[in-house]
């Protein structure tokens, strides 16, 4: 499915996943097996204490992973089959970055690796996923 354009992965990221506007996430770079976004330090994924909630780091990390996945399939669709993430520092300064980039892609399954680091670059967590590739059926009208 690659090539992507950032504006309008960040358009239809938008418009049909709302948390990822909540949480003010940006895409920055997409590009074959690789994809990377930004987000703020904001309100909206604070925890008590002002720390990054592990929530919002998850789900950013599943959506950039998902991202970087998305260039390299040839499928109808992709589901997420697991996300392991290690929370190694807390989040305290942003703006965040996190990076996503293909480990391996077999012929349905495909396993991605990323990454969230602080405004200075401290690394806040690392994440290890797979996603399985879903098939059009042959004479699907999609």
Same mark, same amino acid.
């Given at each position: 499915m690659y090539p992507l354009d950032v504006e309008r992965a960040n358009s239809v990221i938008w418009e049909t996943e709302p948390i990822m506007a909540f949480i003010g996430y940006r895409v920055v770079e997409i590009s074959q097996g690789r994809a990377c976004a930004e987000f703020g330090h904001g309100k909206n994924v604070q925890r008590i204490g002002g720390v990054l909630h592990g929530? *919002?780091?998850?789900? *950013?990390?599943? %959506?950039?992973l998902g991202m970087a996945v998305l260039t390299v399939n040839d499928g109808a669709?992709? *589901?997420?089959? %697991?996300?392991?993430v290690n929370f190694l520092e807390a989040g305290r300064e942003g703006p965040y970055r996190v990076c996503g980039q293909v480990v391996r892609r077999g012929g349905r399954i495909v396993v991605a690796e990323g990454e969230v680091r602080d405004a200075s670059g401290r690394l806040v967590a690392k994440a290890l996923g797979t996603w399985y590739i879903l098939r059009r059926e042959v004479g699907a009208g999609r």
């Amino acid at each position: 499915m690659y090539p992507l354009d950032v504006e309008r992965a960040n358009s239809v990221i938008w418009e049909t996943e709302p948390i990822m506007a909540f949480i003010g996430y940006r895409v920055v770079e997409i590009s074959q097996g690789r994809a990377c976004a930004e987000f703020g330090h904001g309100k909206n994924v604070q925890r008590i204490g002002g720390v990054l909630h592990g929530g *919002v780091i998850a789900a *950013v990390l599943d %959506e950039t992973l998902g991202m970087a996945v998305l260039t390299v399939n040839d499928g109808a669709d992709q *589901v997420t089959v %697991e996300l392991k993430v290690n929370f190694l520092e807390a989040g305290r300064e942003g703006p965040y970055r996190v990076c996503g980039q293909v480990v391996r892609r077999g012929g349905r399954i495909v396993v991605a690796e990323g990454e969230v680091r602080d405004a200075s670059g401290r690394l806040v967590a690392k994440a290890l996923g797979t996603w399985y590739i879903l098939r059009r059926e042959v004479g699907a009208g999609r």
